[in-house]
């Protein structure tokens, strides 16, 4: 008998994979505006963020869809909420830094 774990099934895999990427994303974008604290960071808020998050979305579907086809279930409140929640979270937190202009 071996001591492995059994494998996760594809949609747990998925979720799981999709959940750490918009996690991993929006920590990296908010890294970079924490480093710049100024209109890089506002730029991150306003349009790098938003367009991460967006592309995460439709990456998100297009899986999903695939994912269908092979008769596998992914979880749709995580592709469809996620992002718009991240991209909200990290617009929060970016304009909750103490900015300035120059």
């Not at 808020?45 to 086809?69: Q, Y």
Request: aromatic share 8%; hydrophobic share 60%; net charge positive.
């Amino acid at each position: 008998m071996s001591d492995a774990p059994a494998p996760l099934p594809p949609a747990r895999t998925f979720n799981a994979g999709f959940g750490v990427l918009l996690a991993v994303a929006n920590l990296g974008a908010f890294a970079i505006a924490f480093q710049d604290k100024s209109w890089g960071a506002l730029w991150v808020a306003i349009i790098g963020g938003p367009i991460t998050n967006a592309v995460l979305l439709v990456g998100g579907i297009l899986a999903a869809v695939f994912l269908k086809r092979r008769q596998k279930q992914a979880s749709l409140v995580l592709i469809f909420v996620g992002p718009i929640v991240a991209a909200l979270g990290l617009l929060g937190a970016i304009l909750l830094l103490d900015l300035h202009g120059c």
